[in-house]
């Protein structure tokens, strides 16, 4: 059986997994949750996947590291790092070598927005190559304060049970790291080990669009869909562990 090692997006912590983990443990696979350090401003790429590795036992040879959203810019890192057997992105952004989140999306934001980003490019003919792909965000999401209450839950909760939506709200840390936005991505290349992406198709966050392409064009394999919102270890914690644990 698999060691599932689940790493959280913006906003959220080991927390947000308590649902989906009894999924997978119920199949005999283990579990292994951490909380990144999101409310450290001046926090890398690197430290947080320095904090996924700390957490991982030395012994386990079949790791599958999971990552929402945000994660999907850290868990190649520990793949570099240590062996694992499989890398999950789940409506995760996904690392360019040498390349910001920011970099990879600027061409679809105006120009006074970028002037408020302080937004200055290093290499305008590197990021040609990003202008003809889908845009990254749903637009009705960019711009918008995540930290606001009722903004997590029209993009992030927004199918989530009641009772789940208040419970998330509650536990939710501040994003003080823009690391995964801003950050230059330190991998030289992606690990070679198996790779799945699944794209949420109801996801008010990242384009479903984009993940499709980017899940073909960046990892080479085609998307699993499912039919969810932004965070479907909250909203459907079933079907995301029945997707995680096919092979």
Not at 9 to 31: M, N, R, V
Not at 66 to 92: D, K, N, Y
């Amino acid at each position: 059986m698999s060691l599932f090692c689940l790493v959280h997006g913006a906003f959220q912590g080991s927390w947000c997994w308590d649902l989906l983990i009894p999924y997978l443990e119920a199949q005999g696979h283990k579990t292994v949750a951490m909380d990144l350090p999101i409310e450290n401003t001046s926090a890398t790429l690197s430290q947080f996947a320095d904090a996924v590795i700390q957490v991982l036992p030395k012994t386990d040879d079949d790791i599958v590291l999971v990552g929402h959203s945000m994660a999907g810019t850290i868990i190649p890192l520990v793949a570099e790092a240590i062996q694992v057997r499989q890398l999950v992105f789940v409506a995760a952004l996904l690392p360019y070598p040498g390349i910001s989140t920011l970099d990879q999306f600027s061409h679809s934001l105006d120009s006074d927005t970028l002037k408020s980003l302080n937004y200055q490019p290093n290499n305008l003919s590197q990021l040609e190559q990003f202008h003809s792909e889908p845009g990254m965000f749903e637009p009705a999401s960019l711009g918008k304060d995540f930290s606001d209450t009722g903004v997590l839950m029209d993009f992030f909760l927004n199918d989530c049970q009641p009772d789940v939506a208040k419970w998330a709200i509650s536990k939710s840390r501040l994003q003080q790291s823009m690391a995964y936005i801003y950050e230059m991505n330190p991998l030289k290349a992606l690990p070679k080990v198996e790779r799945k992406y699944i794209v949420c198709t109801n996801d008010r966050i990242l384009s479903p669009a984009w993940s499709r392409y980017a899940a073909r064009q960046r990892l080479g394999v085609d998307a699993i869909e499912l039919v969810s919102g932004h965070c479907p270890h909250l909203s459907s914690p079933d079907l995301l562990a029945s997707v995680l644990t096919i092979d």
